[in-house]
């Protein structure tokens, strides 16, 4: 008796890491946090602004994550 193994089972897709939402750079500019309603833009590494938002900072923070995440960025940067 001859047993069929099939595999019908997908490969699981790679995992990607959350992008990570650094806000150094703004504090030093600023001496606060970032917060309130206002123009978001998040930069690169680089430098390169990759995200803009017009929102609340948390609804800002939110879908830069999402953007940085779907793209494979490691890290945005909250642009002064």
């Given at each position: 008796m001859?047993?069929a193994?099939?595999s019908?089972?997908?490969?699981?897709?790679?995992r990607?890491?959350?992008?990570?939402i650094?806000t150094?750079r703004?504090?030093?500019s600023?001496?606060?946090?970032p917060?309130?309603?206002?123009?978001w833009l998040?930069?690169?590494?680089?430098g390169?602004?990759v995200?803009?938002c017009?929102?609340?900072y948390?609804a800002?923070?939110?879908?830069?994550?999402?953007?940085?995440t779907?793209?494979?960025?490691?890290?945005?940067y909250?642009?002064p």
């Amino acid at each position: 008796m001859q047993i069929a193994t099939t595999s019908t089972a997908a490969k699981p897709a790679p995992r990607r890491e959350r992008t990570t939402i650094e806000t150094n750079r703004f504090y030093r500019s600023h001496l606060r946090q970032p917060s309130g309603r206002g123009s978001w833009l998040f930069e690169t590494r680089a430098g390169e602004v990759v995200f803009h938002c017009n929102d609340t900072y948390g609804a800002a923070k939110k879908a830069a994550i999402a953007y940085g995440t779907e793209q494979g960025i490691d890290v945005l940067y909250t642009c002064p």
